[in-house]
């Protein structure tokens, strides 16, 4: 992704591009009552206020209409995009970021997009230049003909680009962009081309020359040092598991975070079989880790002064011969026994693995991050995260969720949960009740993490869109969480403070 290509002027008529994103603001719920917030001559003005009368436009968010541009135009197209609020309300950088990523994915057929962003305010730029980058992704690895849709060049249109905020906050976004987009790659991608090997030789070419460390260990280094909840998940695939640690720690490091991520690159259900419509999506099992892997790499490329530590725990769980049977008892990290209750509550065992590393390190708060439960569907649906652990970790990482403008919700860990987890055999099972599954497994995970503030995110259904793209999110992998991630750690490196 190039450096941000910016277009000084905001008058409309002087931009020679192939399509030009205008936002409209709500006019009052009226069709045809759309306010158009950019700069363009009388004549044009009224072209476009014309188009939005006859189109009974209404400027609300999610409303995208793409028009053939004026003759007073360089442009071939205009993308009108609604961002709503009204004349009393500025829209928020959240609705921005939509709206300019629903307008280029409308866009889709023009190589050359220009995004005018609804004022010079520097929030409202990076917003509109952010929501435009994620718009413009497209997964194209597999097609046979990937050029039937052009690589795209996003403009950004502002006067302000010698601004320190606006440069700023555009190269944050070009950031933030990439570590997305690079989530969404791996997700998206065929497990068979991305078994735990792969994975993890990813992961060491991604950080390149990052001021990161990468350590990989192998099935017999998790072996020797006892992981046995990653061990045991993988033992049943031909693609042994690996353990991947991610380390970057800058010179005045103002706090220490770890960070976990679930890696499962295929889940069957292990020998508790999914049913095969269940496995359709579970490619996306593993992306808690390469959000863990890509929010390491965003902080280092931003220099934040915070000390980050990633785990990436990787495996593939299959069935076979040698695959772990429900009623197995296994060691984890660190000497707790669990009793196998259902191999497809696998998520739980090698991120529980990675959480006992990860606090022996002693840092000021350890977040992990997982696909982990259909229940987090069940409650809160595909677009929000659940987030549980201790109080002030957990609403420390729910405010960056709303400055980031990804959906989360608080959630409780009653304590009663914990007796459905006993065991008459092992420390605990791998399962518990009925009822509460998303707060059950989080129940589960506490036990790993000791005194240690905690806070974990449930991203099963946000990390993987089945159904209509919109705004910047298209089909498939999501890349989420991510921004949530950073935006926390830049807080952190802000204050000092993890909670």
């Known amino acids: 992704m190039p450096s941000t ?7 409309l008529e002087t931009i020679d591009t192939d399509a030009l994103v205008v936002f409209l603001a709500g006019g009052g719920g009226e069709p045809g009552t759309a306010r158009i917030l950019a700069e363009a001559s009388d004549a044009l003005t009224d072209e476009l206020l014309d188009a939005v009368a006859a189109l009974g436009l ?5 409303e995208v209409t793409l028009i053939p541009a004026s003759p007073l135009l360089r442009a071939s197209a205009v993308v009108l995009t609604g961002v709503g609020g009204d004349a009393d309300h500025e829209p928020t950088a959240e609705f921005v970021r939509r709206a300019a990523g629903a307008a280029v994915r409308a866009a889709s057929r023009h190589a050359r997009v220009a995004v005018v962003p609804p004022s010079e305010d520097a929030t409202a730029v990076a917003a509109a230049y952010e929501g435009a980058l994620l718009g413009a992704y497209a997964f194209t690895r597999y097609r046979e003909r990937p050029a039937s849709k052009p690589e795209q060049t996003i403009s950004v249109v502002t006067s302000k680009s010698r601004s320190k905020d606006v440069r700023a906050g555009l190269e944050r976004a070009g950031v933030v962009a990439r570590a997305v987009t690079s989530v969404r790659d791996l997700v998206n991608a065929s497990p068979s081309d991305l078994t735990p090997a792969v994975f993890a030789d990813e992961a060491r070419t991604a950080v390149g020359s990052a001021k990161v460390k990468v ?21 049943g695939s031909v693609n042994e598991p690996r353990l991947v640690t991610l380390s970057y720690s800058p010179a005045r490091a103002k706090a220490h975070v770890a960070l976990v991520g679930k890696g499962i690159t295929f ?27 890509h929010t390491v790499l965003a902080v280092a490329e931003l220099g934040l002064p915070v000390r980050v530590t990633g785990f990436l725990a990787l495996a593939e769980n299959m069935p076979s011969g040698t695959a772990q049977r429900p009623s197995d008892v296994v060691t984890m990290r660190g000497g707790k026994t669990v009793e196998i209750l259902n191999t497809d509550a696998e998520g739980r065992l090698v991120m529980a693995d990675a959480l006992v590393d990860a606090v022996a390190l002693e840092p000021d708060a350890v977040i992990d991050i997982a696909t982990l439960t259909g229940a987090q569907m069940v409650a809160l649906g595909a677009r929000t995260t659940g987030v549980m652990g201790d109080d002030g970790v957990r609403d420390a990482v729910v405010a960056a969720a709303g400055e980031a403008g990804e959906a989360s919700w608080a959630m409780p860990l009653p304590e009663e949960l914990r007796e459905g987890l006993d065991s008459p055999i092992a420390d605990l099972a791998n399962i518990g009740g009925k009822f ?9 995970l506490k036990e790993f993490t000791g005194s240690t503030p905690w806070a ?44």
Not at 436 to 444: D, P, S, Y
Not at 479 to 497: K, P, W
Request: aromatic share 6%.
């Open 5 to 11: 290509p910016v277009i000084a002027s905001r008058q």
């Open 456 to 499: 974990h995110l449930d991203i099963a259904g946000p990390s993987f869109n089945e159904g209509k793209p919109w705004g910047y999110t298209g089909k498939g992998g999501t890349g989420a969480g991510v921004r949530t991630l950073l935006t926390y750690l830049e807080n952190v490196a802000a204050t000092g403070e993890v909670r």
């Open 267 to 293: 889940d069957s259900g292990g020998l508790s079989l999914k049913p095969p419509t269940s496995m359709i999506t579970m490619k996306s099992d593993m992306a808690g880790a390469a959000s863990v892997l």
């Open 436 to 444: 509460g599954g998303m707060l059950t497994a989080a129940v589960f």
């Open 215 to 235: 350590s990989v260990a192998d099935m017999a280094a998790l072996r020797a040092g006892g992981y046995g909840g990653i061990v045991g998940v993988g033992q």
């Open 58 to 62: 209404t400027g609300r968010a999610d």
